[in-house]
């Protein structure tokens, strides 16, 4: 009795009794179509250039410059090049110069997508599907973002990579090759030229949508001479400021002592950016006479008991923030976290002990609910 057994290709039934159909297996298929699209693109430069000729690039002659007599007989100019009579060399001019640059900004797109999807390939990672569409939208973002790069840098003097290059000049039509290829193949380095150029020509604008940030944590409970560490979300040289207490360079935090300040102040750290285009970012810390302690990180499900240190002579009153469904704390500090929910994700609750007879003295301890540790 003879069995149907699963092939690695994909196969679909068209119907009963209808044959199998093959679809294109992109694991598979993947490295050799990009091999191929490298060869096309290769060939299709070459041919470019066997069959257009490249006219001549005119060059203005200088004020001053006296002109030849003009003579009876009118001098014969040869005639023009027949196409594919031989090399033309890179183009000096649009638009064959802008699909110079695209085909050879290509290639070098295709050429990266071939050495990562060889690089995973021996890692024994082959599944390039689940990435089909970022294959898809680097071929298409690759040459587009170079082409523009090359734009601007053909129409302004600028200093790469410590190298003076005058880009705006005819003669360096071949540098603008090699400058396409490597924009194409690192498209990272692209990306980044093209961040700095955005930043040149609207500092504030960028500094705003690209290199704003945050201060880590935002809110903070430290207790009378205890230290909290601060940092900001994105990597950005900051100058550390405190209204109360005392920060360092680094953003570590001295909260001052109970003879300089009372419980319940809020103390406002500021983090003000060395570069002026970017905005500043504050954080609060609240003095506190007493701390919790516990676990700052819990499996749904499980069960932790929270205490104060010191603790009050008045006692404290527990609550948690968000009410979870199926979590709750007890008068004890009991924390009972809530089942797991169906999609696996990290969710964060506030576990806050209030003193009983002053409220503006609490402490607040923030929990990560964790499906797995």
Same mark, same amino acid.
């Given at each position: 009795?003879?069995?149907?057994?699963?092939?690695?290709?994909?196969?679909? &039934?068209?119907?009963?009794?209808?044959?199998?159909?093959?679809?294109?297996?992109?694991?598979? @298929?993947?490295?050799?179509?990009?091999?191929?699209?490298?060869?096309?693109?290769?060939?299709? @430069?070459?041919?470019?250039?066997?069959?257009?000729?490249?006219?001549?690039?005119?060059?203005?002659?200088?004020?001053?410059?006296?002109?030849?007599?003009?003579?009876?007989?009118?001098?014969?100019?040869?005639?023009?090049?027949?196409?594919?009579?031989?090399?033309?060399?890179?183009?000096?001019?649009?638009?064959?110069? @802008?699909?110079?640059?695209?085909?050879?900004? !290509?290639?070098?797109?295709?050429?990266?997508?071939?050495?990562?999807?060889?690089?995973?390939?021996?890692?024994?990672?082959?599944?390039?599907?689940?990435?089909? @569409?970022?294959?898809?939208?680097?071929?298409?973002?690759?040459?587009?973002?170079?082409?523009?790069?090359?734009?601007?840098?053909?129409?302004?003097?600028?200093?790469?990579?410590?190298?003076?290059?005058?880009?705006?000049?005819?003669?360096? +039509?071949?540098?603008?090759?090699?400058?396409?290829?490597?924009?194409?193949?690192?498209?990272?380095?692209?990306?980044?030229?093209?961040?700095?150029?955005? &930043?040149?020509?609207?500092?504030?604008?960028?500094?705003?949508?690209?290199?704003?940030?945050?201060?880590?944590?935002?809110?903070?409970?430290?207790?009378?001479?205890?230290? +909290?560490?601060?940092?900001?979300?994105?990597?950005?040289?900051?100058?550390?400021?405190?209204?109360?207490?005392?920060?360092?360079? &680094?953003?570590?935090?001295?909260?001052?002592?109970?003879?300089?300040?009372?419980?319940?102040?809020?103390?406002?750290?500021?983090?003000?950016?060395?570069?002026?285009?970017?905005?500043? +970012?504050?954080?609060?810390?609240? !003095?506190?006479?007493?701390?919790?302690?516990?676990?700052?990180?819990?499996?749904?499900?499980?069960?932790?008991?929270?205490?104060?240190?010191?603790?009050?002579?008045?006692?404290?009153?527990?609550?948690?923030?968000?009410?979870?469904?199926?979590?709750?704390?007890?008068?004890?500090?009991?924390? &009972?976290?809530?089942?797991?929910?169906?999609?696996?994700?990290?969710?964060?609750?506030?576990?806050?002990?209030?003193?009983?007879?002053?409220?503006?003295?609490? +402490?607040?301890?923030?929990?990560?609910?964790?499906?797995?540790?």
């Amino acid at each position: 009795m003879s069995s149907d057994s699963t092939t690695p290709m994909d196969v679909q &039934k068209t119907g009963k009794g209808s044959r199998p159909r093959a679809r294109f297996n992109i694991d598979k @298929w993947l490295m050799p179509t990009l091999l191929l699209l490298v060869l096309a693109s290769l060939v299709g @430069w070459v041919l470019l250039h066997l069959l257009v000729p490249a006219p001549p690039v005119e060059t203005a002659q200088p004020v001053g410059t006296p002109q030849p007599a003009a003579t009876a007989q009118a001098v014969e100019t040869p005639p023009p090049p027949k196409a594919g009579a031989k090399w033309t060399g890179p183009y000096q001019q649009p638009p064959l110069q @802008w699909l110079d640059w695209l085909l050879i900004s !290509l290639c070098g797109v295709l050429l990266y997508l071939l050495a990562s999807a060889a690089y995973y390939r021996v890692r024994g990672n082959t599944r390039f599907s689940d990435f089909a @569409w970022w294959y898809v939208a680097t071929i298409v973002k690759g040459p587009i973002v170079a082409f523009i790069i090359l734009l601007f840098l053909t129409q302004v003097s600028v200093d790469i990579t410590g190298l003076s290059i005058d880009l705006t000049k005819p003669d360096t +039509a071949t540098v603008l090759l090699v400058v396409a290829f490597i924009l194409g193949f690192y498209s990272r380095v692209a990306r980044e030229q093209l961040n700095q150029i955005v &930043k040149a020509l609207f500092p504030k604008a960028y500094g705003i949508a690209e290199e704003q940030f945050n201060i880590v944590p935002g809110k903070a409970s430290v207790q009378f001479g205890q230290t +909290a560490q601060f940092g900001t979300s994105k990597a950005v040289e900051v100058i550390w400021l405190t209204s109360t207490g005392k920060i360092d360079d &680094k953003g570590l935090f001295t909260a001052p002592s109970a003879t300089e300040a009372h419980a319940g102040d809020a103390i406002r750290i500021t983090a003000v950016p060395k570069d002026p285009n970017v905005p500043t +970012a504050s954080a609060l810390a609240t !003095l506190v006479a007493f701390s919790i302690v516990g676990k700052d990180k819990l499996l749904y499900g499980a069960e932790e008991t929270y205490q104060t240190s010191p603790a009050p002579e008045e006692g404290v009153t527990w609550s948690v923030t968000p009410k979870l469904r199926g979590a709750a704390i007890t008068d004890k500090g009991i924390y &009972k976290a809530p089942p797991a929910p169906e999609s696996a994700v990290k969710e964060k609750v506030a576990i806050t002990a209030t003193c009983k007879t002053n409220p503006l003295n609490l +402490a607040t301890l923030e929990v990560e609910l964790q499906a797995w540790p």
